[in-house]
């Protein structure tokens, strides 16, 4: 029979199991928040480049773990998007020194899980950035009539989704990946990033595909 004494107990195990789960939960929405609708267009490229550092930061911690799980497609493709949002930040960085700012970011410590995890965690950033920040961002900046920071949006906007599909892709193909390695490329204009080039120029800035980078 429960006592009053055991019952507490068996509340505070589940609350210690639990706080853990809610500080991974807490950690992985922390990078989502909600648009500011009232925020300029520079504080929309500081949001942005703050953003998108971390997204770098995350994604070469989570390469590092990929590699060890021995799941070295998917470690190429973290550093490939790592080297996309690096594309993106410094884009806004640029268009933010134009305004008069002084790009600036916060670097949090990533949370690194199993890479299944944080390929999920990926999925839903990149997603929350495509479908989200970016087009809230974009409509700022074309009512400010600013339009470094509409191509910059929009660019980046189109690259997250491509990111998204990549992950998506990568999480089915996962158990079978593994042991396997593939190259990556990645446009140096609009952080698009692909597993194979298949046109002359890249679809979303056409920038000419040689000037892609290839990331492994
Ligand atoms: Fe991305
Ligand atoms: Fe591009």
Partial sequence: MLTKKSGFAV???VMLFLL???ISI???YAQEKPVDNSATTLDNLMTAYNAEVNANARYIAFSKKANEEGYDIAASLFRATAAAEQVHYERHGEVIKKLGGTPNAII???VVNSTTENIESAFRGEVYEKDLMYPAFLKQAE???IEDAIDAFEDAGAAEGVHAELYAGMLK???I???LSKDFYVCPVCGNA???VTSAMCPICLTDTKKFKRVR
Wanted: with cysteine; charged share 25%.
């Fill in 108 to 110: 949090e410590t990533p």
């Fill in 143 to 145: 009512k400010e009539k």
């Fill in 194 to 196: 692909v597993d194979a």
């Fill in 177 to 179: 990946s593994r042991g």
């Fill in 26 to 28: 807490t950690s992985v």
């Fill in 173 to 175: 193909n996962l158990t």
């Fill in 11 to 13: 509340v505070f195990g």
């Fill in 20 to 22: 853990p789960v809610c």
